[in-house]
């Protein structure tokens, strides 16, 4: 496959974000390196936290949850998706697949030979992270999951319908002003900027275009299997699993309910709603630090 990479010098003198990069090389089954970049702070030996993000942001979502947890001793690691951020960005739409990011990021997640995970997980970074949970239940120490889900093909949202729509039709994908959107808050321009920074021009988008097409609302998606598959591992998990919705996300609305509902380690827990829209992180960053930090 081609594949792009989004120049350096984009990433400088960004607002809040004081982070050095790392990278890991990954190799895809048709033989070609991705290079995928991750966030690495705090003590080496400090309790993981793994912050996933979603379509179409980038660790940056994270800066300030960063921050708060490393100044409360937390190894915190935050990856770049591929297609997303510092992350290497395949140039066809059609080499983005469901599966192929599970097992892009099953094969960084081993790599790194992370273990005792705590993971934070919203948008696709669940639907991904999930999974990671599934294939390696034994890495894990404990879920929180906000404003995403594990879809099986069972329908979609009035939110989502209209997010569908919109990725597909608009002729230029306007990154920073969606997160602008999805937030509760009014974000600074610098941290609009920010967000549209991986992203040149719109060749370096199809990775941002083709997510919401793999979202399995309908049996015949792709994934489906998978993600059952998944569900079953997730119905025997009995580590800690708290739900961290936000209040004003038309997309993900009421998804917390079935995480509550089947699984076991949802049980007793102290769920949470947040404040804000579907970038929670960027309208609670303290409150989701805080209830990472008490897990732990």
Not at 140 to 148: L, P, R, S, W
Request: hydrophobic share 40%.
């Amino acid at each position: 496959m081609d594949v792009l990479r989004t120049p350096d010098d984009r990433f400088e003198n960004l607002l809040d974000w004081p982070y050095a990069p790392h990278y890991l090389t990954i190799t895809d089954a048709d033989g070609t390196d991705l290079r995928i970049h991750y966030v690495d702070e705090g003590p080496r030996d400090g309790a993981v936290v793994l912050l996933m993000h979603g379509e179409p942001s980038w660790a940056y979502l994270y800066r300030h949850i960063i921050r708060s947890l490393v100044a409360d001793g937390r190894r915190v690691i935050a990856p770049d998706l591929i297609g997303f951020g510092r992350s290497d960005k395949p140039a066809s739409r059609t080499d983005y697949t469901y599966e192929r990011h599970v097992a892009w990021m099953s094969d960084w997640l081993l790599q790194l030979g992370l273990t005792d995970i705590t993971l934070f997980c919203q948008d696709w970074g669940g639907l991904i992270g999930l999974r990671l949970v599934a294939a390696f239940p034994e890495r894990f120490a404990a879920v929180v999951a906000g404003n995403t889900g594990l879809p099986t093909g069972a329908g979609l949202t009035d939110g989502f319908k209209a997010w569908l729509e919109f990725s597909q039709s608009v002729p230029q994908m306007p990154i920073g002003m969606l997160l602008n959107g999805g937030s509760g808050r009014d974000l600074l321009p610098e941290e609009i900027a920010a967000y549209d920074a991986p992203f040149p021009d719109e060749t370096y988008k199809e990775g941002a275009r083709q997510f919401p097409t793999l979202v399995p609302i309908t049996p015949e998606h792709g994934s489906v299997a998978e993600n059952l598959a998944a569900w079953k591992v997730l119905e025997t998990f009995n580590k800690p699993f708290v739900t961290a919705f936000s209040d004003g996300d038309p997309v993900s609305k009421g998804g917390e309910r079935i995480f509550q509902e089947r699984i076991p380690g949802a049980r007793g827990q102290s769920h949470v709603t947040l404040s804000g829209g579907h970038f929670l992180q960027e309208d609670s960053p303290v409150a989701i630090a805080a209830l990472i930090d008490n897990l732990l």
